[in-house]
């Protein structure tokens, strides 16, 4: 506080400033009339006919001088007035926003990432400031709100698995006998939180760049192939049917691990979100990008939750577990890994009971 107080004000600094460029005006106005002036208009008194030694001329010429001195002291003085309050007024202009802006800075590091700067109308560089310190506002508080919701999910995964191994222990310590179904229980709660953890780590990656992908150049069809067997052998004899569609010929370069990842997690999303109906893969070529959509006939998703579906621990039906609903990092996962590999990953859907499709957007090799 002591430094800020030591500190000259803008309004002060801009007066400083304008009187410096004065005095160095006056300074070059009083040496040239001085010096360049006098000489002038007695060279042009005596070009007219005055005699160069008579008095009359000595006080003609000393009115020019005195003249022109009182006039170069008036408009100093004049132009000093003007310069401090041209320099208060604009220091006030420009202190205030920039004096509201550092209050509202203090109060985000505060902790209230609510605050907000009403932009001004002028000047155009305070209010692109301004513009620019709200937007930014607007990303810390929504950050904000990403972690403590994402505290929160993570807690809310973490408290199921730990609350089933704490009460096989107290039995264990109650004198109950372990059996065969204990040790699968806990080692099925071990596995659950190794997954969630393993899960996390790849979103963490593919967030903040970390992944070293093996990039090669992928045949698509036998990509989606490995994906897709798979589920269709575990959806034999239900009521949910799968169909493909894929061009022949397409081809991407990337990490073939990480997106049959993608695949793979986007056909278990439809499979957990459809209990009849059918699920389409269908992979074609579109302008520079190989498109990939996985659409099924399943629950579908509300239009208020369409901008959320990629989040992390999201989901649209809070009552679901991990069991039935996934972590709600399969999603986040998808969106992480597409995008590392320059891709880009959508969603649409009418709402609920109209299924959802994703598309999937991968550069072509």
């Given at each position: ?140 508080e929504q950050t904000e709100q990403v ?172 009552a679901r577990d991990r069991d039935h ?31 959802a499709t994703f598309t999937v957007r991968?550069?072509?090799?």
């Open positions: 506080m002591s430094r800020e107080r030591g500190r000259p004000r803008l309004s002060t600094g801009l007066l400083f400033a304008q009187l410096a460029v004065l005095v160095v005006a006056a300074v070059v106005a009083a040496v040239t009339a001085a010096l360049v002036g006098p000489p002038l208009f007695h060279e042009h008194m005596v070009r007219a006919g005055a005699d160069p030694s008579s008095s009359t001329l000595a006080h003609v010429e000393e009115a020019f001088r005195s003249a022109g001195l009182i006039t170069l002291a008036t408009a100093g003085g004049a132009a000093v007035l003007a310069a401090a309050v041209v320099a208060w007024v604009l220091g006030r202009r420009l202190a205030r926003p920039l004096t509201s802006m550092a209050t509202a800075a203090g109060e985000i590091a505060d902790g209230r990432r609510d605050v907000r700067l009403d932009e001004p109308s002028t000047p155009a560089e305070i209010a692109t400031v301004t513009t620019a310190f709200n937007r930014m506002a607007d990303d810390l972690r403590r919701r994402l505290l929160s999910d993570l807690a809310h995964e973490l408290r199921t698995p730990l609350a089933t191994m704490t009460a096989y222990l107290d039995g264990l310590e109650d004198g109950v006998e372990p059996d065969a179904s204990t040790a699968g229980v806990l080692r099925e709660q071990v596995e659950r939180l190794t997954r969630l953890t393993h899960d996390l780590r790849a979103v963490s990656q593919a967030d903040e760049s970390a992944l070293v992908l093996d990039r090669e150049s992928i045949d698509v069809t036998a990509l989606l192939a490995a994906s897709v067997e798979p589920v269709r052998t575990r959806l034999a004899g239900s009521a949910v049917s799968l169909r493909s569609d894929v061009a022949p010929g397409l081809v991407v370069t990337g990490d073939r691990l990480r997106l049959q990842q993608v695949m793979t997690n986007l056909l278990d999303n439809a499979v957990r979100h459809t209990s009849a109906g059918s699920i389409t893969v269908r992979a074609a070529a579109r302008d520079d990008a190989v498109e990939v959509v996985v659409s099924d006939t399943g629950e579908g998703i509300a239009g208020e939750h369409l901008a959320y579906v990629f989040d992390r621990f999201f989901r649209a039906d809070t609903g996934g972590s709600g990092l399969g999603l986040a996962i998808c969106r992480a890994l597409v995008h590392a590999h320059g891709g880009t990953i959508t969603v649409a859907s009418d709402g609920p009971g109209t299924g991968l550069p072509r090799a």
